[in-house]
């Protein structure tokens, strides 16, 4: 797969990463609240990045809406509907990494999925959960 | 040495780093910062600067088990309990990163003498300079790990790479939690994580 096609994807998720915490921001109090406001700054970086990436490509970027998830439940589960994203965030930067040729993207791709990782770590001790359970952190 | 006596730049000698341009800490003898356009793989990499690599970071974590080891009597309650998790995990990436070396046909680097690091790293008096510390610490591997892995030639590496510097900073933003009582912004400063913030 060529980088452009690892990036458009990379862009297709952190866009829906926007998309959930901006729903999360509107539906969580208190502390986890404040985290998910401050994750979808980081998430918009991210996002902004990648578009930037493909404009130095000279690629498009695409312009499609973002999956908006289905956000239910009390805060306990919209926490965790955050957790299963990000897991899926760190899988597909994992993959990501294996296939980028650039080193500049994949500067940003490790760079990224290591504050997943971190995102991970916070929600999970949201949910009084053990934040760095394994050695090799791959969204599993 | 107090902490803040401590020479940071001949800690990071000590552990097999070597300071770049801007400030930015890579492994010893595994090229400058690649600057290559967008689209072209880095014409330098090789199994051989892999091995290098995973040996700097092999390096980095014998130092992190060390620490984390010395720091564990300083500390009680929900601290101590992460500082001895994050002491296994160490363990856990250097017999890793010492089977992968190996299985490349190299020497992987060898723990130091306790008493070398007890030489090189500052005082701990107690568990405020061991969470400055070891925060310090997880703050140069990662920034070390952001380095060395686009410069990776196997792109399995960069996986491996990839998920101990996962954790590393997952290790980092339960450091800073600790010490911010669990303010988000302390505890995950950087949207692309370089382990250049610092808290």
Known sequence: ?140 | MSPSDWNRRDFLRFAGLAVAAAGTVGFAGCGAENNAAVGVPDPRATPQRDRAILNGALTLENTAVAAYSMGLPLLRGDVRGYAQQFLDQEREHARALSALVRDMGGEPNQPKPPAEYRAAFPRLAGEADFLRFATDLENVAMNAYADGIPKLKDGRLRQTAASIFCDESQHATVLLGARSNGDPRVAVPEPFVTGRATA
């Open chain 1, 1 to 140: 797969m060529t980088d452009r096609r690892v990036v458009e994807g990379l862009l297709r998720l952190e866009r829906d990463a926007v998309a959930l915490y901006q729903g999360l921001t509107r539906q969580l109090t208190g502390r986890p609240a404040a985290a998910a406001r401050h994750f979808l700054d980081q998430e918009r970086r991210h996002a902004d990045s990648l578009e930037q990436a493909l404009a130095s490509m000279k690629a498009p970027v695409p312009g499609a809406a973002p999956n908006r998830p289905a956000l239910r439940g009390g805060q306990r589960a919209l926490i965790r509907t955050a957790i299963e994203h990000e897991l899926t965030c760190i899988r597909t930067y994992d993959q990501a990494l294996a296939s980028l040729k650039a080193p500049a993207l994949l500067a940003t791709a490790s760079g990224v999925m290591a504050n997943e990782a971190q995102h991970l770590a916070v929600l999970r001790q949201l949910l009084d959960e053990d934040p760095a359970p394994v050695a090799f952190v791959k969204g599993r």
